[in-house]
């Protein structure tokens, strides 16, 4: 009974490179969200998915960061031309379909470090 | 804007005591509540969920929920040094968007 993976968990980028994180939702679930959170800071939401949609992406700075979550296979945050600033922990969660319990439950996170 | 306040702390307490953790939430429609502990270096995991008015138990925590006053807490009983983590209180208005507070530190003295 695998709970939400993410990888890679350490990420480490030059800056102007792309850094790309995947996440696996728990088995049965069909929402996907995605955190920042900065050292000693609380998770700040960034986008939320659900198969082959966005609904809802205010969290997402306007330029560098997408995510898309496919058909088939993982979802995908990908930030471009990374900076300093971008180094963080990036935490995936997963919920199940709406009408269920609500509850999301959290992958490892993947650690960003943009030299 | 919505805003879920927590004090930072740290908050300490001797092992063996009532650990009371606060959370305050400005959306007056914020429907379901959470708290979540978070290890340094580690991913947030699910303490305890509450949807409505009142206590709910589970083990030794307890959360109370007052819409009223816009007030969630979680209550650890007993406390043990291996409870020393971040604390975080989620709130969300359509089941979906979670907003978190930026967590209250434990600290459970031996």
């Known amino acids: 009974n695998a709970g939400v993976m993410q990888n890679p968990r350490h990420l480490v980028r030059r800056r102007g490179q792309e850094a790309r994180l995947r996440c696996s939702p728990m088995?049965?679930?069909?929402?996907v969200y995605w955190y920042r959170q900065l050292p000693e800071e609380g998770l700040k939401f960034m986008v939320y998915?659900?198969?082959?949609?966005?609904?809802?992406e205010s969290g997402m700075p306007k330029e560098r960061f997408s995510a898309e979550f496919p058909k088939e296979g993982p979802s995908i945050l990908r930030i471009q031309q990374v900076v300093r600033g971008d180094s963080a922990a990036y935490f995936c969660?997963?919920?199940?379909?709406?009408?269920?319990?609500?509850?999301?439950?959290f992958g490892p996170g993947t650690r960003l470090t943009v030299l | 804007q919505k805003e879920v306040e927590q004090n930072s702390g740290p908050l300490s307490v001797p092992e063996g005591a009532i650990a009371s953790l606060n959370c305050t939430y400005s959306?007056?429609?914020?429907?379901?509540f959470f708290w979540y502990r978070q290890y340094s270096g580690k991913s947030p995991e699910l303490i305890m969920s509450?949807?409505?008015?009142g206590d709910k138990e589970d083990g030794r925590f307890t959360a109370q929920l007052n819409k009223a006053s816009q007030y969630v807490s979680l209550l650890i009983r007993d406390s043990q040094p291996s409870d020393s983590a971040t604390y975080l209180c989620?709130?969300?208005?359509?089941?979906?968007?979670?907003?978190f507070g930026s967590g209250t530190k434990l600290n459970v003295k031996p």
């Open positions: 088995k049965g679930h069909s929402h």
């Open positions: 509450i949807y409505s008015n």
């Open positions: 998915l659900q198969k082959e949609n966005i609904i809802d």
């Open positions: 989620a709130v969300t208005c359509n089941f979906n968007k979670f907003y």
């Open positions: 969660a997963s919920s199940p379909p709406t009408g269920g319990d609500n509850e999301q439950f």
């Open positions: 959306d007056r429609g914020s429907q379901s």
